[in-house]
């Protein structure tokens, strides 16, 4: 699975003064980290002749 900022948001991560480049980049990660947080509490679920099982994911962010 691949988090991506649209082109808009790239592009002004590219041209930004560093301080304001870093704001969009901490932005970006804590996007991703929700979307990981929603996927792991909604959808990713493992089935076991037990039954079904929540499971949480051991993926990592990295830039």
Known sequence: MTFSPVKSIRA???VAPPHVASQVEMA???????AL?????HALY????SG????????????
């Open 12 to 14: 002004l991560w590219a």
């Open 28 to 34: 970006h990660h804590e996007a991703v980290r929700d």
């Open 37 to 41: 947080t929603f996927l792991e509490d």
């Open 52 to 63: 079904r099982r929540r499971i949480r994911s051991s993926l990592r962010c990295r830039g």
């Open 46 to 49: 493992t089935v076991r002749a």
